[in-house]
């Protein structure tokens, strides 16, 4: 698992140990947390960038890989689109190349479903709408789609690509980079602050990381090639975030509005249909029930954003 240090990658580790699969996991630590790996998994700090990956791939010979990797903070991709080109593009195809060399039966390649889809589409999209991104990070991630066709056309590697909504649950970052229900989760419970950009209508798709997790199990044991998006079809504002998470922390939080950001999307969910019909997944995780165990894991963990 690359990235099996992060947010959704450490809870994949997690569902493969429960299996007595043999797991290994490589991560540089710019996101990820060591905490977050599994003590059963073996564990590698080492960029997908290294000249040191593939040949660490080579000696595992792993049947599956499971590409969670990435540089994921939108806003920095628009700062600095090559360094974003360079981990999310050339990294993916390190990962390939690794894969070819070390006889890789499958990769499963998270991608991105909020970040890809076209503005003035109306959602929520199916994967019949052709992706027409417009940030450095989807174009990134939209690029290495077509690398991971590639590389199935040429070298016969199999591979899923899941394009996720906007996924949120337990050990999300909840810095700046990370989600807008870990970053209200954590300052509702410590007290503080919380700033809502713009009016709070814009829209999003939250997908708890359980549902996640299990699409991607899903998708290694399948044979199915191709795209499916993973999300739950059902749009949610960000006042209904703030409001949600403000009853169920019993925050006096007063509803506080902020300058809007340039450039940011007004609406995205996805048409995750496809998704049921080839791999067999739907969310089961309701807004309500994922949020109670978001905020659950949070009071346990309240250093979380702090220690690596």
């Known amino acids: 698992v690359t990235g099996g240090a992060g947010f959704i990658g450490s809870h994949v580790v997690d569902a493969y140990i429960r299996r007595r699969a043999k797991v290994y996991v490589i991560d540089d630590l710019s996101g990820g947390k060591l905490v977050n790996v599994n003590p059963n998994a073996t564990f ?57 060399l070390s006889g890789v039966k499958k990769i499963v390649f998270t991608s991105s479903g909020g970040a890809i889809y076209p503005v003035d589409k109306k ?53 700046s980079v990370g989600g807008v229900m870990a970053i209200f989760t954590d300052r509702m419970l410590k007290n503080k602050p919380v700033i809502i950009n713009g009016s709070g209508r814009q829209t999003r798709d939250y997908v708890f990381v359980g549902d996640v997790v299990r699409a991607i199990t899903f998708s290694a044991n399948r044979s199915f090639v191709g795209v499916v998006n993973i999300g739950t079809g059902k749009e949610v504002s960000v006042n209904q975030v703030f409001r949600t998470l403000k009853k169920a922390t019993d925050s006096d939080m007063p509803e506080r509005h902020g300058p809007g950001k340039a450039g940011e999307v007004a609406r995205s969910s996805l048409d995750a249909r496809l998704a049921y019909r080839k791999i067999g997944w739907k969310s089961n995780m309701s807004f309500e029930e994922g949020i109670k165990k978001t905020i659950a894991w949070f009071k346990k963990h309240p250093t979380h954003a702090k220690g690596k």
């Open 44 to 100: 590698y700090k080492l960029s997908i960038l290294s000249p040191k990956f593939i040949d660490r791939v080579k000696r595992i010979k792993p049947d599956l890989v499971i590409h969670t990797a990435a540089q994921q903070d939108v806003r920095a991709s628009v700062v600095d689109p090559a360094y974003d080109a360079k981990v999310n593009i050339l990294g993916t195809l390190n990962v390939i190349e690794a894969c070819r």
């Open 123 to 175: 959602p929520p999209y199916s994967e019949k709408i052709t992706p027409k991104p417009i940030c450095p990070y989807g174009i990134a991630k939209y690029a290495s789609e077509h690398y991971l066709h590639f590389a199935y056309e040429v070298h016969g590697i199999s591979y899923t690509i899941l394009r996720l909504s906007n996924v949120y649950g337990p050990r999300q970052d909840c810095s």
